[in-house]
């Protein structure tokens, strides 16, 4: 059975950094690439950064680029997210997310909260 | 970036009826194209992709039809389940999702 069990998440003041981390099972996790995922409070959903199955290369959209940072270790079967200068519009539910190989992100973690907050 | 428009922003059916979300994109997405559904307190579940190919275990009252850039997703039969928010999502280039249709019981 695929797992993805995300950690990390809290409250943290406006400026400062969290690492998300998002530990693998069931399933082979370096054949993947795998992906960010957040959810603002009763909002839609925005893809944060991936990174393909070596961790060889990351991409992200421009409203967290330059802040976050995504990195894998396959030896542990474990995403990270590396945010810094947070700020309010970070809060949110972060999902690890399994990329299948048809494109769309076939398995969901539970979700991690992030609040950016003073 | 491609733009992902969803319609309708909410909906409310009756058990046993169908439904039809709709999504459009701002440019041809080449049936790069998913449907989420994601319960209340829950994470987001696959239902289709490729616009029109069921996820795994999914029950086949659902289905996904479209091309170009207009795509909808169909319930038949709805049941007390199917309760749940909707988003679709393109993966053509990069990736973004529509806002969402928030399903209720009539």
């Known amino acids: 059975e695929v797992q993805l069990v995300e950690s990390g998440g809290g409250l943290v003041q406006p400026g400062r950094s969290l690492k998300l981390s998002c530990v693998a099972s069931g399933f082979t996790f370096n054949n993947y690439w795998m992906t960010w995922i957040r959810q603002a409070p009763g909002k839609g959903l925005e893809w944060v950064a991936s990174?393909?199955?070596?961790?060889?290369?990351?991409y992200y959209p421009d409203s967290v680029k330059g802040r976050f940072t995504i990195s894998r270790d396959n030896a542990k079967s474990t995403l990270y997210l590396q945010m810094n200068s947070l700020r309010s519009e970070d809060t949110a539910t972060y999902y690890c997310?399994?990329?299948?190989?048809?494109?769309?992100?076939?398995?969901w973690g539970q979700g991690v909260m992030v609040t950016v907050s003073s | 970036d491609i733009q992902m428009t969803q319609s309708p922003a909410s909906l409310s059916a009756s058990l046993g009826e169908t439904v039809t979300i709709e999504c459009r994109a701002s440019?041809?997405?080449?049936?790069?194209l998913a449907w989420y559904q994601q319960k209340p307190g829950k994470s987001p579940q696959l239902l289709i992709y490729?616009?029109?190919s069921l996820h795994t275990g999914v029950p086949s009252r659902f289905s996904g039809s479209g091309s170009g850039t207009q795509y909808s997703l169909k319930i038949n039969s709805l049941q007390s389940e199917d309760v749940a928010s909707y988003f679709c999502?393109?993966?053509?280039?990069?990736?973004?999702f529509g806002a969402g249709t928030k399903l209720e019981l009539k």
């Open positions: 490729n616009a029109n």
């Open positions: 990174i393909t199955n070596t961790g060889g290369s990351t």
């Open positions: 999502q393109q993966y053509y280039d990069y990736d973004t």
């Open positions: 440019e041809d997405i080449y049936n790069g």
């Open positions: 997310t399994r990329d299948s190989p048809t494109g769309p992100f076939d398995y």
